[in-house]
């Protein structure tokens, strides 16, 4: 174990008191807000920084759009971070700042940290469920809640022109895991000190929705249940936040890949910010499948986007423990099959 997930996603923004409120108004809890610079934080104690985008303390710019600038890494001790610094300063410029932070880029220009963090333990309790003629339930009502309460932070996604070669710098050098592998859209990989399906997903550049750059797209939040992701989109709804986007997936929606519930809010810092339940936990027993992008993506929606509408959907799964289905997609010139290619242009 080394990597257990993101200690601090820092944003680069063009309103910071707007991006301010809505963080506040999502859940998280505030640990300093000045004219210009915003921290919260959630109960793992993984945080949100929030700077204007021509901060000079932030590096430079990855994409043109507003969104995560620099992802902080959280390291378990300080042995594991010595030798992930060790290696990665052989063949690139790293820089090590007084709070200890490594900087440093992926081979795809990313900017990334690494830091030493000491992650909180998160305790959850969800509501037992209740199905005909198994009552785990009796007598007894489900929680009440005054609005959703992010726990951890879950995942983050970027575009990708080459998800393949993105991918490649994460396993090889920061020992992430391939999980699954959505053909043609992406692939999900695992920081080899969390349990969530995916700590990061890099989605092609020629996905109908996606930008033609890379940069960011989301950034995903652990709730207890679906009564948490409903309150928290139903108050962001209230607050005047929208679900909108066309990266959206409709609503209150369950993926097929990771089995996760989900509902994603328009950030005005950039991409979205997603309450996420219910996710798979996988470790090093896993097994990594390669997936028709369509049928992975979406078990239901509540309003299915068009792009994701099939009437001959592929269902064909295949087991992929090598990642052998990548090949075909890499490269900068990878390009989604079919009518998702064709709904792009
Ligand atoms: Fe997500």
């Known amino acids: 174990m080394a990597i257990i997930g993101v200690e601090n996603a820092i944003f680069g923004v063009d309103d910071v008191k707007l991006c301010t409120k809505f963080w506040d108004d999502f859940g998280l809890v505030p640990v300093s807000i000045t004219d210009t610079e915003s921290v919260f934080e959630v109960a793992s104690g993984s945080k949100v920084t929030v700077m204007h985008r021509d901060d000079p303390r932030l590096p430079a710019a990855y994409a043109h759009a507003q969104g995560i600038r620099e992802t902080i890494w959280g390291v378990d001790t300080q042995e594991s971070f010595d030798k992930l610094i060790a290696d990665l300063s052989s063949d690139r410029e790293l820089t ?140 962001m709804t209230e607050k005047g936040w929208e679900n909108t986007s066309p990266n959206t997936s409709g609503g209150l929606s369950r993926h097929r890949i990771t089995s996760a519930l989900y509902y994603y809010v328009e950030n005005p810092g950039g991409g979205e910010a997603e309450y996420h339940a219910d996710t798979d936990y996988l470790d090093d027993n896993w097994i990594p499948r390669a997936w028709d992008w369509k049928f992975g993506s979406l078990l239901w929606a509540h309003s299915v986007p068009a792009f994701f509408q099939s009437d001959n959907p592929n269902m064909e799964m295949i087991l992929d423990p090598d990642g052998a289905s990548l090949e075909e997609f890499r490269g900068d010139k990878a390009q989604l099959v079919g009518a998702a290619q064709a709904a792009k242009q």
């Open 96 to 235: 090590i700042d007084e709070s200890g932070t490594a900087h440093f880029c992926a081979d795809d220009g990313m900017p990334l940290g690494l830091r030493l963090w000491h992650k909180r333990e998160v305790v959850s309790c969800p509501d037992p469920v209740n199905a005909p003629g198994n009552i785990q339930r009796l007598n007894q009502h489900r929680k009440w809640r005054m609005r959703a309460i992010p726990k951890t932070i879950n995942h983050v996604v970027f575009f990708s022109k080459d998800y393949v070669s993105s991918f490649d710098f994460f396993r090889d050098r920061l020992g992430f895991r391939l999980t699954d592998h959505s053909k043609g859209v992406g692939v999900f990989a695992r920081a080899d000190g969390t349990y969530e399906h995916h700590s990061i997903f890099w989605v092609n550049t020629a996905l109908p929705v996606a930008p033609d750059e890379p940069g960011f797209m989301h950034i995903a939040f652990g709730v207890e249940d679906i009564d948490e992701i409903m309150l928290g989109a139903n108050l």
